[in-house]
Structure formats: structure tokens, C-alpha cells
């Protein structure tokens, strides 16, 4: 098991369903751990009943019908299927909300879904998604690539309140993966996944849904710069170090 979930942390994310297919094949014994331990790319579909479209994941999966966030029901249908309490779904639609917003800005566009449950700890767990397409023919307003996906996983363990003092615990993992194919950029593939963790210990006077935000918009934050530098940056220094730029080969040395 350790040196599957090794391999699947080196594998790019537009590879991890068919990898993730072959472990489950030859390590039958294991594939509830590998389900639950794995991030596959963020799939979609469309909510008949709202019309607007969600995202699925094992968060919101109960057999092999997923529950949407604005409906609130599973598709295909599923009866006694698990549903949030009364004020936790409250809480839900609230927050879907206000992701959609959120998404909007940050992202210019994009499909989010949040979804939560409780947990055995008198707390309950929050889930947030978001899938940009950026591609020409997806919903990129730029329209830069050929082909190019951001999915943003984060989960949100929240703890039972004390004292008006509630612990959250977050694991955010981004999967990123581009591809260019134009006469100015030539062809280039970039695909790669970055997994971060962070806890706090926050007063609920603002509210559970402002802590959750203020530690998700920190840690993306973090996690576009962390992108950035190890896998643009290090790709950046790479190409110039084995293809400099014309203006540094047309310069010479000076004399020793």
C-alpha cells in the first residue's frame, strides 16, 4: 500500500484515473483505502432539477449516485441515501453561495461545490471544490490553451465548539495540468499536484463559514505561489540554462 500511494504521488494528474485503475485491479484487497486516499481530477455533471451543474467526488458519493449541493438530491436517485441535518444543510446552501462568488472572482469563472457532513466528534466536516477548465473550448474566458484544468480540493475538519473556541484542521490538494500547442509557444505539456495542511484555532463569533474562507483564500494563496516557483519557476530555469535567450547568445564574454 505505501509503495502504491508512493507511485501515485509521482503520477500527473491527467494519468491518475487509468493508474488508479491498474492498482485497484492488482491490489483488490486495498481499494477502499486507495479510493479514499487518492485525488482523481474533479468529474461534472449537471443537476436536472436546478440546472446548474456539480461537482463529484467520494465526498458526495453514496453506491454509485452522487448527491448535488443544490438540490440536494442523488442522481441517478437512491433511496435512504445519507443527507446533512437540517442546519447543517442550512449551513451548505449558504456556503455554496458564496463559493460561487468566490470562484467568479478568483477564477473568473469555474464550477464549485460544497458539501458537508457530521463526524463522530460532535464537529462536522466540510468539503470545497473548484474546477477551472481552461481550455479554448472550455469555460477559459482568455482562451490561452490547448488544453488546461485547475482542481482544487479542500476539506475542512471542524471541531466541536469551546468556549466559543473551535479548532479547524484543513488539507487542501490542487491538481494543475496545461497544455500549449500555438506558433509563439510551441508545444508544451505541464502537468503536476501539490497537497498542504494547516490548522487553527479560531473564535465562531464571525462565524463558522468567514473562518473557513479566511483559511481557504490563505491557503490557495500559498499553494499558487508553491506551483509557481517549484514548477514554473524550476521549468523556467531549465529552458533558459539549455536554450538561452538570443540576446544572451549574441553577447560575449568579456575578456579574461
Request: aromatic fraction near 8%; charge should be negative.
Amino acid at each position: 500500500m505505501e509503495a502504491a500511494m508512493g507511485l501515485m504521488r509521482r503520477i500527473p494528474p491527467k494519468h491518475t484515473e487509468t493508474a488508479l485503475s491498474a492498482l485497484l485491479t492488482l491490489l483488490p484487497h486495498h481499494s477502499s483505502d486507495l479510493l479514499s486516499q487518492v485525488d482523481q481530477p474533479l468529474q461534472v455533471l449537471c443537476d436536472m432539477d436546478s440546472g446548474k451543474e456539480f461537482i463529484l467526488c467520494e465526498y458526495n458519493r453514496d453506491a454509485d449516485s452522487y448527491r448535488s449541493p443544490w438540490s440536494n438530491k442523488y442522481h441517478p436517485p437512491l433511496e435512504d441515501a445519507p443527507q446533512p441535518s437540517p442546519e447543517l444543510r442550512k449551513l451548505e446552501v449558504e456556503a455554496n453561495e458564496v463559493f460561487a462568488i468566490y470562484c467568479d472572482q478568483y477564477y473568473e469563472g469555474g464550477i464549485s461545490s460544497v458539501y458537508m457532513w457530521e463526524d463522530e466528534s460532535e464537529g462536522f466536516v466540510a468539503c470545497f471544490l473548484i474546477k477551472k477548465d481552461g481550455s479554448k473550448t472550455g469555460h477559459g474566458r482568455r482562451g490561452y490553451l490547448q488544453e488546461g484544468a485547475w482542481d482544487a480540493i479542500h476539506v475542512i475538519e471542524v471541531g466541536p465548539e469551546e468556549e466559543e473556541i473551535v479548532h479547524y484542521c484543513l488539507t487542501s490538494t490542487v491538481m494543475l495540468t496545461l497544455t500549449t500547442d500555438n506558433e509563439s509557444s510551441g508545444s508544451f505539456n505541464l502537468s503536476g499536484s501539490i497537497r498542504r495542511q494547516m490548522s487553527m484555532k479560531l473564535s465562531v463569533s464571525d462565524g463558522h463559514l468567514c473562518n473557513m474562507g479566511k483559511m481557504i483564500e490563505e491557503m490557495e494563496g500559498k499553494l499558487r505561489n508553491s506551483l509557481d516557483q517549484v514548477y514554473f519557476g524550476k521549468t523556467n530555469e531549465m529552458v533558459c540554462t539549455l536554450r538561452p535567450p538570443a540576446e544572451l547568445v549574441q553577447m560575449k564574454l568579456p575578456d579574461s
